[in-house]
């Protein structure tokens, strides 16, 4: 059975772009928890749009190599309903992690080659998030959001269950390629839809879903 690809809409730090996003029909909307990103939502914004949009969308909240007792404090805070982590997390501590929030967890991974990919399937989370290894030290440290893509062939051999979400570097303009080449479970996008980072445009934002429902995902929902 075929299915709409679902849309991961990350980076949000406003609630107005939460609300146009899922408008839109965005499946899950993605708010960076971590410090060091130019991306960071405030706790209290991220309260305003958990409170407005966990009936319509799967709240996410983005951590990177954060302590478990933080990730389920905030996660019951905010009442997330996936916690995805970008950070060196390894499979014991993403269990952890699921147990104490009782939310879904999506393990992020970089992938530069084939190797990253395989490695990625010792993680039995509910979803894999498939993102590009950074080209550089400084844009490493933001661990996601860089705008760059990686060799989406080197998923031509992906055997692995986990529902995979694409990312990286995702824009209105390469989304469906993408998504003809790949058939994700979903795609991520932040850097690709912004005017700003963490302040969305809202042409390219309906372009990308435009681009989207154009194409299909051989994944069952």
Same mark, same amino acid.
């Given at each position: ?118 490695? %990625? /399937? +010792? ?9 590009? #290894?950074?080209?550089? *030290? =400084?844009?490493?440290?933001? $661990? ?48 690709? %839809? /912004? +005017? ?9 934002? #309906?372009?990308?879903? *435009? =681009?989207?429902?154009?194409? $299909? ?5």
């Amino acid at each position: 059975m075929q299915s709409q690809t679902k849309v991961k809409i990350c980076g949000i730090t406003r609630l107005s772009d939460a609300e146009l996003a899922v408008e839109l029909g965005a499946w899950a909307i993605g708010m960076v928890l971590y410090e060091r990103s130019p991306r960071r939502c405030s706790l209290p914004e991220a309260q305003r749009i958990s409170r407005a949009l966990r009936r319509r969308a799967e709240i996410v909240g983005v951590f990177v190599n954060e302590s478990l007792e933080r990730i389920a404090a905030v996660a019951e805070e905010l009442q997330l309903t996936i916690v995805q982590l970008h950070g060196d997390e390894g499979p014991s501590f993403c269990a952890e992690v699921a147990r104490r929030t009782g939310a879904k967890v999506c393990k992020a991974a970089q992938i530069a080659d084939a190797g990253d990919v395989r490695d %990625i /399937e +010792r993680f039995h989370v509910d979803y894999h998030l498939l993102d590009a #290894r950074a080209s550089s *030290a =400084a844009r490493a440290e933001l $661990r996601g959001g860089t705008g760059e893509t990686f060799d989406w062939s080197l998923l031509a051999g992906r055997r692995c269950k986990v529902p995979m979400l694409l990312s990286g570097g995702l824009a209105p303009e390469n989304v469906a390629e993408a998504i003809e080449l790949v058939h994700p479970f979903g795609v991520d996008t932040a850097s690709g %839809i /912004e +005017r700003a980072p963490g302040i969305k445009d809202e042409g390219r934002l #309906r372009d990308f879903f *435009a =681009a989207v429902n154009g194409t $299909r995902s051989e994944l069952a929902a």
